[in-house]
């Protein structure tokens, strides 16, 4: 386990670079585990619901985004929701054998401050029509995590101060460790069969995005292989694999199935040697 007192040259996806504040939690976990290559890109997923459970058995209303996002659900926010922090995985190969895997999180404990240049742009709204169409969503930038030079960010962020849990980094690691440790062993032994019913339930589903086609839609869930399931307008459904990009829209204002779908929740891969922790 390596942990930082700060983020300055952090890896995230798609070949971002993520920057955090001194003070908050950033590790890396270093695991070895007997399992093929191909079976490894899930274990992002894995360890949201880990890091999930953990954060919620100190208090922490916490859900998951898919992929990589532990969110708080807000309906105050410009995308309905703030980021708490993020999780990232790095797979290491020799000899066309899975060698070791870096597990990377990050978690906001103190207050969220934006400086300027990194102050959340109006974000676009998703259409009020569920049909398909193109165009494009700002993203919501804040600050620990926002990528460096950057004209789009993502959702707001918000920390474990804000939510009233005043936690040190200690207390923090050692509660994640002790979740992350069993569910990996679960992943190892049974698949995604037990992890994706555990991250349905976590699931802040329903924000809308935008796929790298153009088309538009929500989100509904993960399938068996950790795909994002995505509603599109027409009633089809898109599955979106790790790594592909998408843009996350603001909510449609309103549509009935938007507010239907949040009442009945009831709330709401690669990475370097620190997390893709406070977008």
């Given amino acids: 386990v390596v942990t930082a007192l700060e983020q300055s040259q952090g890896r995230g996806r798609l070949g971002r670079t993520w920057v955090g504040a001194p003070g908050n939690l950033y590790a890396s976990v270093i695991v070895r585990l007997p399992m093929r290559p191909a ?9 949201g619901v880990a890091l999930a459970e953990a954060l919620r058995s100190l208090g922490a209303p916490v859900h998951l985004k898919w992929p990589n996002d532990l969110v708080i659900v807000d309906a105050t926010a410009a995308m309905g929701r703030r980021k708490l922090g993020g999780i990232l995985a790095e797979s290491h190969c020799q000899s066309g054998r899975l060698d070791h895997v870096v597990i990377g999180f990050g978690v906001n404990l103190l207050p969220v401050h934006m400086p300027a240049p990194l102050a959340p742009a109006t974000p676009v709204a998703a259409p009020s029509s569920t049909a398909p169409q193109n165009g494009s969503g700002a993203q919501h930038g804040a600050y620990n995590g926002s990528p460096h030079g950057s004209q789009t960010a993502h959702t707001q962020a918000t920390s474990l101060h804000e939510l009233g849990l005043d936690l040190d980094r200690e207390t923090v690691l050692v509660r994640v460790l002790s979740f992350l440790g069993p569910w990996l062993e679960r992943f190892v032994a049974t698949g995604m069969h037990a992890v994706v019913p555990h991250w349905q339930r976590l699931a802040a589903n ?4 935008q796929l790298a086609d153009g088309r538009i839609g929500h989100a509904v869930g993960i399938d068996a292989d950790g795909g994002l399931r995505v509603q599109l307008g027409d009633g089809a459904e898109a599955v979106v694999r790790s790594g ?18 949040r009442s009945s929740t ?7 040697q620190a997390a893709d922790a406070h977008v």
């Fill in 244 to 261: 592909e990009p998408v843009d996350t829209l603001a909510p449609p204002n309103p549509t009935p199935r938007l507010a239907l779908r």
């Fill in 266 to 272: 009831g709330a709401g891969d690669d990475v370097g």
């Fill in 39 to 47: 079976d490894a890109p899930p274990i992002s997923l894995v360890a």
């Fill in 206 to 209: 329903n924000h809308w995005l």
